[in-house]
């Protein structure tokens, strides 16, 4: 189920590599999908390079995976593919799933007092870059 503001998007993605993601998804914890907006976010703004180990896969084999991004985060993190010389977004979303599988890149959440965590939303320039309970709004006192 997409977050406020997300749009559902269909990269081809090789099943070996959707298949390893998930499964490593799933050891974490993790719902894929979520795996995979936080990474096209990250690379987006500029905080996940681009991983160039890649593992090749039969093209054949491809088909359309729903992921869910903003709008923002999809042609931010286009615009940077294309500056990368990724031939396209579904290239893009099958190299940073295969990196996650791999090991190679990770999530990342880590503990911080109210001032961090200000700072830290302050210091994100996309909606929802935190998915929920990571760095919730502030209250109000």
Same mark, same amino acid.
């Given at each position: #189920? ?10 081809? +993605?090789?099943?070996? +590599?959707?298949? !390893? !993601? ?5 050891? @974490? /914890? ?8 936080? =990474?096209? &976010? @990250? ?13 090749? &896969? ?5 088909? /359309?995976?729903?992921?869910?991004? &903003? ?13 990368? =010389? +990724? ?26 007092? &109210? !001032? ?17 309970? #990571? ?7």
């Amino acid at each position: #189920m997409p977050a406020s503001g997300e749009a559902e998007r269909a990269p081809n +993605v090789a099943k070996a +590599v959707w298949e !390893a !993601a998930g499964a490593r998804a799933k050891s @974490e /914890g993790l719902p894929l999908i979520w795996v995979m907006s936080r =990474a096209l &976010t @990250e690379y987006a703004a500029g905080t996940l390079p681009l991983p160039r180990s890649v593992t090749s &896969t039969k093209a054949g084999n491809r088909r /359309g995976r729903s992921v869910f991004a &903003t709008d923002e985060v999809w042609s931010g993190a286009d615009e940077r593919r294309a500056k990368d =010389a +990724v031939r396209s977004m579904s290239a893009l979303c099958e190299i940073l799933l295969d990196a996650y599988a791999r090991g190679d890149i990770h999530p990342y959440a880590r503990m911080v007092t &109210t !001032a961090q965590r200000e700072a830290l939303a302050a210091s994100h320039s996309f909606e929802g870059d935190a998915p929920s309970g #990571m760095l919730p709004a502030p209250v109000a006192a």
